[in-house]
């Protein structure tokens, strides 16, 4: 009993000793309440009630938020709501390395934080790296931008070998949860996975968003896409349009503010897989076809197109665009674009206003400027795109209302190769059959499509990259498949990227791989030889031993890769990039091989699609004999082609 009384006893007076300061504080805060009332506003002592009230409220506050854990505000040093707006991970370059901040905007302030290692068990915090009064900031001129320091992009090859690990690792994961691994060994992979995904969030984004401070100092974050770069920018400008004025937040005041972020929070984690629960969507992996019908609501006429842009790794990548509406307000546009998703979950659509204004330039990447007349994104939902069913639907962007149409087609579905039953065309035909009934090694359409990409697309931005209009492609599959005499009339008035994408169709649709069924294991165990003499043989042995059509045919498109890899700091299509966009086209198996070699969606993502690409990669990167030697052999050029 004598126990039980001096634990309640030392029970009460620890309670007193720790609710003593919040009730005096408490008791403060009333006093401060009513001097404020009683105080004329032009008293000297008035200012200094006003920050004495704003930071016992404050600390009232920030103790009660288990009694309000929905505070969204702060007091301002007027005795004003400080609310939050936006908040979310960004990358800004700060002495010429990538920081990954989270950026907190608040009605009157954008403070830019870095969150605190700390220890386990303990509770996070953020350090402020800096601060801009939104009554100081201001969006740099086209002439400013140019005296910005340039921002220099990740070499593509260094993030295309990240996604492969990031690949790698999750098939990993996946095999040993099937085997009921040790959790151990499951988290010291999600552990690595982390550090890749990490990296490639941090080195990805490469569109700049410049702010400055009126006193001077300048600021660059680098986003993934211009749909941020506008939500940033239209969310600051919206708040600047207020009556604001310039202040100096004092240390106090500095520290309380950064210690509210981490209650305020809308973004809790970075933006990586690895974050998410194991019963979270992991995305979709296969084709979205998209039709872009049309959009209303344009007060004046403008020349109008869209963007399309989904998410892949964490970040979001465009992936087709339409064609320029001239002069219009009610463009209508019926085009269908067919994208590749790899993991993604949200479809943003993104309307412009072309300029063809030439003293316009980005002097970032030397680009023409074009206005964003509106933007949207959709959450791709597996149960509403998963149907064989056109599902039509309308996205509102700022007054503006877009009218469109999609479908997906798992990987699963479109990893099959299906022979035409029409033999006398040349999709779906073998090559062999082909090349023969043209007489010639390299197949017409292939060299055609070739030419005029290296005419008139070879410096397009995204070229193989960016998706064509999925009409256009199959009017040119049509006339190919027909041998129409017009073919060459269609073609130079054909848009390059309904070219490219015919190109990639024909090899795609090919009854068999272009480097063979017969073959493909002995590509996939060649590329996965760790001495390089002993891969070099095998690769190179393994290339001889395609027939003479194949051959010809791969390495015609190889030097026309290579080509277009010379142009990079134009088109931005680097080896890697090519690789990953005609690795999986050039040797993904037929069905057959498929059910032999591939046991799950996730083993041929993460795995095959995977070492698919580092086939191609790896003949783009040792080049063999070239098209113009083997050209130079009679044996092999006794017909034109």
């Known amino acids: 009993m004598e126990i039980l009384l001096i634990i309640r006893f030392c029970c009460n007076c620890t309670y007193a000793l720790l609710y003593k300061p919040i009730d005096r504080v408490t008791r403060s805060t009333l006093v401060l309440h009513d001097l404020l009332k009683h105080t004329p506003v032009d008293h000297p002592d008035y200012p200094l009630l006003q920050d004495a009230l704003r930071i016992s409220q404050n600390f009232l506050s920030s103790i009660n938020e288990d009694i309000d854990p929905r505070r969204t505000a702060v007091t301002t040093p007027k005795g004003e709501t400080r609310q939050l707006v936006k908040d979310g991970f960004l990358v800004e370059v700060s002495e010429s390395s990538r920081k990954l901040r989270h950026v907190f905007l608040f009605t009157d302030v954008l403070l830019c934080a870095k969150l605190k290692k700390t220890s386990a068990g303990k509770h996070q915090q953020y350090d402020c790296k800096w601060y801009i009064p939104l009554a100081d900031l201001v969006f740099p001129s086209p002439e400013e931008s140019e005296a910005s320091p340039q921002v220099h992009p990740f070499p593509d090859h260094e993030l295309e070998d990240m996604k492969m690990k990031i690949s790698a690792l999750k098939s990993e994961i996946q095999k040993e949860k099937a085997n009921k691994g040790q959790s151990r060994a499951i988290e010291r992979l999600k552990k690595k996975m982390f550090e890749n995904e990490f990296l490639l969030l941090l080195n990805s984004p490469t569109i700049p968003f410049r702010i400055h401070n009126r006193n001077g100092k300048s600021y660059v974050f680098l986003l993934s896409s211009d749909y941020e770069r506008s939500e940033w920018r239209e969310a600051i400008q919206k708040l600047q349009k207020k009556d604001l004025q310039a202040f100096v937040l004092s240390s106090v005041e500095l520290q309380v503010l950064t210690g509210s972020c981490f209650k305020l929070r809308t973004v809790h984690n970075i933006p990586v897989t690895s974050n998410k ?243 493909y294991p002995a590509f996939m165990e060649g590329i996965a030889l760790s001495d390089p003499a002993a891969k070099e043989n095998c690769m190179m042995h393994l290339l001889r031993s395609l027939p003479d059509p194949n051959l010809i045919t791969f390495l015609f498109l ?71 030697e083997l050209k130079r052999n009679t044996l092999y050029f006794s017909t034109d082609v």
């Open 277 to 519: 629960d194991d019963d979270e969507s992991p995305g979709l992996y296969g084709f979205l076809h998209v039709i872009v019908h049309s959009a209303k609501g344009f007060k004046q006429s403008a020349n109008l197109y869209c963007t399309l842009e989904v998410d892949s790794f964490g970040y979001f990548v465009s992936k087709a665009k339409t064609r320029v509406f001239r002069d219009t307000t009610e463009p209508k546009w019926d085009e269908e674009f067919e994208i590749e998703l790899e993991g993604s979950q949200s479809l943003r659509i993104l309307c412009y206003e072309k300029c063809y204004d030439k003293t316009k330039v980005n002097k970032d990447n030397n680009e023409i400027v074009d206005k964003i007349m509106g933007k949207g994104q959709i959450q791709l939902d597996p149960q509403t795109v998963e149907t064989k069913n056109w599902h039509t639907d309308v996205i509102e962007m700022n007054g503006i209302k877009v009218e469109f149409s999609m479908k997906f087609t798992s990987r699963d579905m479109s990893l099959k190769r299906t022979p035409s039953k029409k033999q006398t065309g040349v999709f779906g035909v073998k090559i062999s059959v082909v090349t023969k009934r043209e007489r010639s090694k390299v197949p017409y359409i292939v060299r055609q499509c070739v030419e005029e990409v290296e005419k008139r697309g070879i410096e397009e931005v995204g070229i193989y990259r960016i998706s064509g209009v999925a009409t256009d492609i199959q009017a040119l599959k049509a006339v190919f498949d027909a041998n129409n005499k017009d073919i060459l009339l269609m073609l130079s008035d054909m848009d390059i990227n309904a070219i490219a994408g015919t190109l990639k169709l024909y090899f795609r649709e090919l009854p068999e791989p272009l480097l063979t069924d017969r073959l």
């Open 558 to 628: 190889l030097e026309h890769l290579k080509r277009v890899a010379e142009k990079e700091p134009i088109n931005k299509m680097s080896l890697h990039n090519l690789a990953t966009v005609f690795g999986p086209t050039l040797l993904r198996p037929s069905e057959v091989e498929s059910k032999a070699h591939l046991t799950s969606a996730a083993d041929i993502w993460s795995h095959d699609v995977m070492a698919q690409v580092q086939v191609l990669l790896y003949y783009l990167q040792h080049p063999p004999i070239s098209f113009a």
